[in-house]
């Protein structure tokens, strides 16, 4: 059993930092697939942040220049550092992973993920 849990969340001003983390746990999921969406209310899910085999990154247009995903080295933790924190980043933001029968990374260009955390809240004031 695959479990994501985010933390690091919280209410910042604009202009402020955060990171998030995503402690994962489990077999099954793709270590080289992963990502980070948000969903803010009455609005859809949208990918964040994408990394895939360690080097390739792949970021939304409005968070690019601001946002920086990681991994640590035994890709258990996934991380992101949001900079320059803006009123329109408020939303719940998630991880997600991919499994790892998967022969590639749906989500690196979908907004589907086959595993998914609970969230953590992000709410940035003006």
């Known amino acids: 059993q695959v479990q994501l849990v985010e933390s690091g969340g919280g209410s910042v001003q604009a202009g402020g930092s955060l990171r998030l983390s995503c402690a994962v746990s489990?077999?099954?999921?793709?270590?080289?697939?992963m990502g980070w969406f948000r969903q803010a209310p009455g609005k859809e899910r949208e990918g964040v942040a994408r990394i895939r085999r360690d080097v390739s990154t792949r970021y939304a247009e409005s968070v690019k220049g601001r946002f920086t995903i990681s991994q640590d080295n035994a890709k258990t933790t996934l991380y992101l550092q949001m900079n320059s924190l803006k009123p329109e980043d408020t939303a719940m933001y998630y991880c997600a992973a991919d499994k790892n029968t998967r022969p590639w990374c749906r989500l690196w260009d979908s907004d589907l993920a086959d595993y998914w955390g609970q969230g953590t809240q992000v709410t940035v004031s003006s």
């Open positions: 489990g077999y099954g999921y793709r270590r080289d697939c």
